[in-house]
């Protein structure tokens, strides 16, 4: 006789996860400083970091980049090797984040959230949504991507424009702005005004102009979507990432083949990449250092077949499932968003080569927030 | 194009007040939880080495809130509600990884492995694995953890509800697919 489906599902995981025994577990790290050794070491510790301080000064004095441990706050990373062209500003006040239950706006000084934008209600039996969302780099106007399906059918996505209040809590959703579209919306991007919107869509991109409705489309010859896009100010120029390639795609044009794009010369990223604004750099990352533990964010120039500007901001990321990566320059080109290392996300500022945390979006058990754009 | 405005839903919560730091209480739970919470991020994951990873940002994460944590006594809850949030993260890296390079992790319940925990157990693994990610979760809160449905719904983020369909569905599911294997 076979044993309900409840106890075999508890005898199954109990093997399962017996095979996680303690002797098996690496050798323990140290998550707190205390107790008896801790208070050993009391001297030892404040020497070695003197020691560690130091070193890491004739390191960056001599081979010209920074490095940070794993961050509780805010890292100083010491002045940007080249300033960038624009004056600092601040950050956007809000930042639209989504999961697989649906968007938020969020404060970007405290992560906490300000408004839970509830969708409009769809077609029943459509199950497996998923929210892509892009922001114009001002956090008060945003696009919203949610695709699904129904049961047997092939995936369809809508576009919604969301325009926020001042204070964030009131904002306008404006449904279907672009026609619907046929696939899985895999990420978005817009200009500074809103009027052009890019999207990727299985293999190929899209760019809508979003008052005339006319879509100009490329095909990618890629057998997967593209997951990084960003747009010029004027969203005259597109880039885009697969990871292996970075291309720079004059959308100014009729549609065509992804082949017709200049590429970049920029080393392989799994990170991500935006295009600044003014269509002058490039933000890339993390870019892999030579010896394998640190990583950076790194600025291109989009002339001279994408030569590397300079290194805004190095860490080292041995052994931490942190994803760092970059989303989206702000309107100004002076902060970029980006995914964080220990948090979901942070606030890179390319003045200061800093990186800070974008509050902590994990405090309250819930969904995790996966997307965001500014 | 329609058109409609809507006014917020949800506001943030004040900030709770700040205590004061307490160390050795997280190094105690870190000795008290840590392989339990392994064991459930290995069973969500299927590879020991990125569960220890998600455990420890787990820990590393509530170690720097300890002070905004308005009650010590619940961080076990909020410790499990890091580890699931940490495995989605790393599920949806995969995925994307995935298309580009191929996953290259071997999950223990994979065929070259079914040795360590018999064919029968390995059927079950593969009806979880195909489950969507929701029902697969809630099935390990229940049935690994044991956990009420409350307290299911708290790691998850859901309400009590949407638990109690879930685990629903997810068993309908998998007697469908076990029955067709045999």
């Known amino acids: 006789m076979t044993p309900p489906i409840e106890d075999r599902l508890r005898d199954a995981f109990a093997a399962g996860a017996d095979l996680v025994t303690p002797g098996s577990l690496r050798a323990e790290p140290s998550p707190v400083r205390g107790g008896p050794r801790g208070r050993r070491l009391a001297l030892v510790v404040p020497l070695a970091a003197a020691l560690l301080v130091a070193l890491t000064s004739l390191v960056v004095t001599t081979a010209g980049r920074r490095t940070a441990p794993i961050p509780a706050g805010p890292i100083p990373a010491g002045p940007a090797t080249a300033a960038p062209s624009v004056p600092p500003r601040p950050a956007p006040r809000f930042m639209m984040t989504a999961d697989d239950d649906g968007v938020k706006i969020r404060d970007t000084r405290t992560g906490a959230v300000v408004t839970d934008v509830a969708p409009p209600v769809l077609p029943k039996h459509r199950r497996g949504d998923e929210y892509v969302v892009a922001g114009n780099g001002t956090g008060t106007l945003f696009y919203v991507a949610r695709s699904g399906a129904k049961p047997g059918s092939r995936p369809t996505g809508r576009i919604y424009r969301i325009q926020v209040s001042e204070r964030g809590k009131g904002f306008k959703w404006e449904s279907d702005v672009v026609p619907p579209i ?192 500014w | 194009m329609r058109s409609e405005t809507r006014r917020a839903t949800d506001v943030a919560p004040p900030s709770p007040p700040p205590l004061a730091p307490d160390p050795d209480g997280i190094a105690e739970l870190f000795h008290a939880h840590r392989l339990g919470l392994v064991r459930l991020a290995f069973l969500l994951l299927g590879d020991q080495e990125t569960a220890e990873d998600v455990v420890q940002d787990a820990f590393a994460a509530v170690h720097r809130r300890w002070d905004r944590l308005a009650d010590h006594g619940r961080v076990l809850p909020y410790l499990r509600t890091c580890v699931v949030n940490g495995c989605r993260m790393v599920h949806r890296r995969r995925a994307i990884a995935g298309r580009l390079i191929g996953d290259r992790v071997e999950p223990f319940w994979s065929a070259e492995a079914a040795a360590l925990l018999g064919e029968t157990r390995r059927e079950v693994f593969v009806a979880v694995r195909a489950l969507p990610r929701r029902q697969r979760e809630a099935l390990v809160l229940r049935y690994y953890l044991d956990l009420p449905e409350g307290e299911i719904a708290e790691v998850m983020g859901v309400s009590r509800g949407t638990v109690k369909s879930t685990v629903s569905r997810a068993l309908a599911s998998l007697a469908t697919k076990l029955e067709a294997a045999r």
């Open chain 1, 182 to 373: 046929l696939g899985q919306v895999a990420t978005m991007a817009v200009s500074a005004d809103g009027t052009h919107l890019a999207y990727s869509v299985d293999g190929r991109i899209a760019v809508v102009d979003v008052a005339t409705k006319v879509t100009r489309t490329w095909t990618t010859g890629l057998p997967y979507p593209i997951f990084d896009l960003s747009l010029t100010a004027d969203g005259r120029t597109l880039a885009l990432s697969d990871a292996n390639k970075t291309w720079l795609l004059d959308v100014s044009g009729p549609g065509g083949l992804l082949s017709q794009a200049r590429v970049l010369g920029i080393p392989t990223t799994m990170g991500g990449v935006a295009i600044s604004p003014d269509g002058a750099r490039v933000l890339a990352g993390p870019m892999r250092a030579p010896d394998a533990l640190d990583y950076s964010i790194d600025e291109y120039a989009t002339t001279g077949g994408g030569r590397r500007i300079r290194s805004v901001f190095a860490i080292r990321l041995h052994r931490t499932t942190g994803w760092l990566g970059v989303l989206q320059y702000d309107a100004g080109g002076s902060q970029a968003l980006v995914r964080g290392i220990d948090r979901p996300f942070g606030v890179l500022s390319l003045t200061r080569g800093t990186l800070g945390p974008l509050g902590d979006l994990v405090d309250k058990p819930g969904p995790h927030a996966l997307r965001a754009a």
